[in-house]
C-alpha cells in the first residue's frame, strides 16, 4: 500500500470538518482533544480520543466535529 502525505486538522469544540477518502484506507490518528467521525456506508459512528486511532475502509464522505477544545488529528489516506 502507497500512503498519500497526512492532512493536519485543528478544530474547536462545535467546529465540522468535511472530508472526502478518495483512496482505499483512511487512517485517523488523533494528537489530543476528542472527535466525533461519521462516514458514509458505515453503520456505526465514532468517537476519537487523544492517543487513538481508528482505520476506516472504502470511505466516501467523513464528517469529523470536535467534542473538546483544541482537536488535533492527523488523516493518513493509503492506496
Request: charged residues 25%.
Amino acid at each position: 500500500m502507497k500512503n498519500v502525505k497526512p492532512i493536519r486538522v485543528k478544530l474547536e469544540r462545535g467546529q465540522v470538518f468535511k472530508f472526502s477518502g478518495q483512496l482505499s484506507t483512511v487512517v485517523f490518528r488523533c494528537a489530543s482533544g476528542r472527535a466525533w467521525i461519521t462516514a458514509v456506508n458505515d453503520l456505526e459512528d465514532h468517537i476519537l480520543g487523544a492517543g487513538g486511532t481508528i482505520e476506516l475502509k472504502s470511505t466516501k464522505a467523513i464528517v469529523i466535529e470536535g467534542l473538546a477544545d483544541h482537536l488535533e488529528l492527523e488523516i493518513s489516506q493509503c492506496a
